[in-house]
């Protein structure tokens, strides 16, 4: 099934469930077994249910496919005191939603670049150079990220243009290396171990990775804009892994 016709898919399941909140939504969409990697959800369509009335709104503000996975990047209001950032991935088997991952963490108040956690560019451009822009980013990850070769890092992320999005670290290449040079010198490193999942349409590029910040295991999820070939924007979530889940398939 075509990319388009796995993102409309998961578009209007969302659409349904969690805006509509229409239960007989996880009928149409949603397939069994469905695998779920949310650490407090087990198994299951069913758990989903309950769900539906805790949303009082669910925004998804993005969406890029690639293959069988589709990826959405979303704000979540009601699943806590204050509004979740949450980025979903599914994966899609004969036109249903078979298996879940996700990402979340609460929205943050501030930011250093005074950019939200998920405003910026909706819109996917260059379908033709998703194939380059995915080599791009495992490049970045491999030389950058894994390999710590810092003094090549203009060669993935623009020296004009780069807007950022986490919440601690500001614009620019300036602002990516106070940030690292910040955690540093407080102890707090961010290590990322292993990329489980590198998802790509045009010139947004996803990946799904574990490692530790602050001494803990956290799961990480980037999205990556691109421009001409270099990294232009950024956006991310980070959550801590728990010790305990309620099914036993990992956060991965």
Same mark, same amino acid.
């Given at each position: ?36 990697h ?32 589709v ?13 979740? @950032? ?7 088997? $004969? &036109? +249903?939603? /078979?298996?879940?991952? =996700? ?54 992320i ?46 947004? @590029? ?7 910040? $602050? &001494? +803990?295991? /956290?799961?990480?999820? =980037?999205?990556f ?10 956006w ?17």
């Amino acid at each position: 099934m075509s990319n388009r016709n796995n993102k409309a898919i998961v578009q209007q399941a969302i659409t349904e469930l969690l805006q509509q909140k229409d239960l007989t939504a996880l009928d149409r969409y949603w397939g069994t077994p469905y695998i779920q990697h949310n650490p407090t959800l087990p198994d299951g369509v069913e758990v989903l249910k309950g769900l539906v009335p805790a949303t009082q709104a669910f925004d998804v503000r993005r969406t890029l496919a690639e293959g069988d996975y589709v990826v959405t990047h979303s704000l979540a209001t009601g699943w806590g005191p204050q509004p979740m @950032v949450v980025f979903d991935i599914f994966r899609l088997q $004969a &036109g +249903k939603m /078979v298996e879940h991952w =996700d990402v979340i963490l609460p929205q943050a108040e501030k930011t250093v670049s005074g950019r939200t956690q998920l405003d910026g560019p909706t819109q996917i451009a260059d379908t033709d150079q998703t194939a380059a822009n995915k080599q791009k980013i495992q490049e970045f990850f491999d030389v950058i990220l894994y390999g710590g070769q810092m003094d090549k890092i203009t060669t993935y992320i623009s020296p004009v243009t780069y807007h950022q999005h986490n919440p601690g670290v500001g614009d620019g290449l300036d602002g990516f290396g106070k940030a690292m040079a910040d955690l540093a010198q407080a102890g707090l490193h961010m290590i990322y171990q292993k990329t489980h999942r590198l998802i790509a349409e045009g010139n947004f @590029v996803f990946t799904h990775s574990e490692g530790e910040f $602050a &001494g +803990k295991r /956290v799961a990480f999820a =980037d999205l990556f804009r691109l421009d001409n070939g270099l990294i232009v924007e950024h956006w991310d979530v980070v959550q801590e892994i728990p010790v305990d889940a309620k099914n036993a398939n990992g956060m991965f």
